[in-house]
């Protein structure tokens, strides 16, 4: 829960707060006298007004260096070379106990005088998404958002960088990213679950001339005036709330720990055991669709289709309404085949009995056939279908066919 | 993609477009003339102002039988008498394909006079959800706005009911969900990507007095103002869209295909080929933030922590920067391993050697010399935490450590 004892919203634009405790060791980088007072139009380029700091130096010379390393094995250093403070890791510190079982690590910046980053901001627009907790409903919706742009992003004619500050639980550290983002000439999308520190963002924001949104505070309006109920202001982990690892979780976990056992068709004997059981030959997304509903806590088992091999008995004797059939296009199919056969390093033999396009149709057409024999089976053609979507159809299916007589929807009780 | 060829804003909420064909065969069910022309307080009571239907009354009748049948299996019908139709499924056909292979289904209405319903909404509030696409994000936007009220939801002092309507692709049918909403006095949260028709559904819940919540309009408009780039207005999956199944796609199925192959310690010399490796007792949620990480592109490895049992070499020459260790509350342990014991059916003799609170604490000392002795290795708390929770500390963690000197975040090119 972020501390506003010691920022009043007056005093954040001019004079930002110097009092809180800052968890960052280094000097700080919130600017200290922004030059503008009035929001700029957010589609100009934001000028460069504000001054800088040794905290913010330090950034964009990390940034200019480069060093080219490769990004996915930081160098290991030895462990004496590492001191072990969580000074710029506040966030991780357990909530729930206070007896010193706090996250251990090493600083996460490098004495070695070097630095990486993950990805490069030159040459594109960003976002920066700021969150009181997981961050996830932020990345969710500029996702879904960025959606909307694909015209452009594709051909990255507009690049797009998105930068995730989770677990911001001080009003220094937050000053400190918007007064970057005003300076890098970022947009700040936020979740800030105290009215008053996202008020305190939106007004920093506006007079630092940063575009911003709050993503969390209008629809908790909407829902605290459709239920009559104020909400807690906390964010979701924070201390003072009860954390309940009910029904729900439980169910969840082992949806999950089902469906990795049922994967490809191992123990068919379970199948009757599903909630959701798919079928379709190799690469139609069986395991990637399985595990995408697993999470949502269905229990899945999917079972492949190859040509010329039987099918476990049982996917004949189970519920048929919970049986879904993939099918996908033969070319995109061949391809999806190729890179899979070249990923694994498959032999020239396996290889082209996989993706060759007489095999590959004729399996589809194999397939089909069996789909045609259990015409209860729902036929899902997923070309072109990123796994959310195909999974929001065998979802919108599946309870449909549960709730009879009702309007089509998926329903969920809180 | 919505079609609005036939509706102008002006002729909705008092004259619900007939001309535009419905996906449902059944007689419409927009109420025909709705009594008010402003929006009423949203904190009030939703009077029941609407006309009735014959629709609107069956899926009253079919709350109201309930037939107390078990939710989860739906008595099978013999396949003949089984109408295959998707006439009220029309979102499910595929967009890229009009050669025939869209989805087949029955009928999820039942014809044995039967009706069973996900939730019962009763003595709760409802929200629905609406989408042109999968629904995904107006989803996870209630459920994270439902966070700010647990204070009320634990106890079920403000139950609430949500109801998800995805892949709504015509007017006629965001009408007749409206209207719905306006008969139970439920309120509507909406992503529709087409702005006429966002409006349109905000223009039509005003005047039938429903609350309503447009969650991807803001969002969106704020990064065309941003980005200097107009939105599309389609829907991620409209045909018109170009979909490409990019590098993160597969990506997110080589993650995810991994972290399910070397899960529970599975294959451990594969362990240099994981991006993040979590090490901890049973029941510390290995599993399930495995996949969840793999979700979003990480290849996860987990190795069990056994009393007694060594560990695999390959956990200490891995790169140590890449290992997560989990602890848990021993109490907290104990009940979850009672309760896993229980449905697994595990005898006498194994459970109590799981569950006993000496061997609980001893197996957890166990894990905490292990992590002392490789300090390099964070060790998270997961007590009380959610699986998103400790996926964010995991990822704010490895990002850190990837992007030294930057200010801490998690960064991604569009």
């Not at 409903?137 to 989770?166: I, M, Y």
């Not at 575009?211 to 982990?237: F, Y």
């Not at 069986?286 to 190859?306: D, F, W």
Request: glycine share 6%.
């Amino acid at each position: 829960m972020i501390s506003s004892a010691t920022l009043t919203l007056s005093n954040i634009p001019h004079a930002p707060s110097p009092t809180t405790v800052s968890a960052l060791s280094e000097p700080k980088s919130t600017p200290s006298s922004p030059a503008v007072s009035e929001p700029s139009s957010p589609t100009e380029p934001q000028p460069r007004r504000l001054k800088s700091s040794p905290q913010l130096n330090r950034w964009s010379r990390a940034r200019a260096i480069r060093s080219g390393r490769k990004l996915g094995r930081p160098v290991q250093r030895p462990a004496d070379e590492m001191s072990f403070s969580n000074s710029s890791l506040g966030v991780i510190i357990d909530n729930n106990n206070s007896d010193g079982s706090e996250v251990q690590t090493p600083s996460p910046r490098g004495d070695d005088g070097e630095c990486v980053t993950d990805v490069t901001t030159a040459g594109g627009k960003s976002i920066y998404m700021v969150s009181d907790g997981t961050g996830w409903t932020a990345e969710h919706s500029v996702n879904a958002a960025l959606g909307q742009f694909e015209h452009c992003l594709v051909d990255r004619a507009c690049a797009v960088n998105t930068h995730l500050f989770s677990g911001i639980d001080d009003v220094d550290r937050l000053m400190e990213i918007i007064g970057q983002a005003a300076k890098e000439g970022a947009m700040v999308v936020y979740t800030l679950a105290d009215p008053s520190i996202a008020e305190t963002a939106r007004q920093a924001c506006e007079l630092w001339g940063v575009t911003s949104l709050d993503v969390l505070g209008p629809i908790t309006e909407s829902i605290a005036s459709h239920l009559g109920v104020s909400p807690s202001g906390l964010p979701r982990w924070a201390p003072g709330r009860k954390v309940s690892l009910g029904e729900d979780y439980f169910r969840r976990i082992e949806a999950i720990e089902f469906t990795i056992k049922q994967d490809d068709g191992a123990l068919p004997q379970n199948l009757h055991n599903a909630d959701i059981v798919l079928a379709g030959v190799s690469r139609t997304g069986k395991t990637p669709l399985s595990i995408y509903l697993a999470q949502k806590g269905y229990k899945v088992a999917n079972v492949p289709i190859v040509m010329n091999i039987e099918l476990p008995k049982s996917l004949f004797e189970v519920d048929p309404e919970k049986v879904f059939a993939l099918t996908i296009n033969p070319i995109v199919l061949q391809t999806i085949r190729r890179a899979r056969a070249k990923s694994l390093g498959f032999s020239d033999d396996i290889r082209s009995n996989y993706c060759e396009m007489d095999h590959v149709k004729l399996e589809l057409e194999f397939a089909g056939k069996i789909f045609q024999q259990n015409p209860i089976w729902p036929v899902i053609e997923v070309t072109g279908k990123a796994i959310e979507e195909t999974a929001a159809i065998v979802l919108r299916l599946y309870h449909d066919r549960k709730n009879r007589c009702s309007m089509p929807r998926i329903s969920r009780r809180y």
